[in-house]
């Protein structure tokens, strides 16, 4: 089965930046869409962006125009570029593939954004 390790998440202040990873194992990656979730304490997991395999992508309105996702098939690796940060996106930060599949979440990677 696929595993997937997020990274790169920490405090920031309003307005400021992050860039997540995700690195996938096995071989289905290339082809997989691939998606950010992400989830607060006491509410449901929330997609906010998917990339197809050749590049396409999408976003929910709450992150469009601050967030950019992107990939390097060749090195297993999804990427969010996170801008303008509000403090509404503090959250934990998951990959997974699109749909989504129960046994592939990882631990996620904490995004704070705090004065």
């Known amino acids: 089965q696929e595993q997937l390790v997020e990274s790169g998440g920490g405090l920031v202040q309003p307005g400021g930046s992050l860039r997540l990873s995700c690195v996938a194992s096995?071989?289905?990656?290339?082809?997989?869409?691939m998606a950010w979730y992400r989830q607060v304490p006491g509410k449901g997991r929330e997609r906010i962006a998917f990339?197809?395999?050749?590049?396409?992508?999408s976003y929910a309105p709450s992150v469009k125009g601050r967030f950019t996702i992107s990939r390097e098939n060749a090195k297993n690796t999804m990427y969010l570029q996170m801008n303008s940060l509000k403090s509404e996106d503090t959250a934990v930060y998951y990959c997974?593939?699109?749909?989504?599949?129960?046994?592939?979440w990882g631990q996620g990677t904490q995004v704070t954004v705090s004065s």
């Open positions: 990339i197809g395999p050749s590049g396409s992508t």
């Open positions: 997974n593939t699109f749909p989504s599949k129960d046994d592939s």
């Open positions: 096995g071989s289905a990656f290339s082809t997989s869409i």
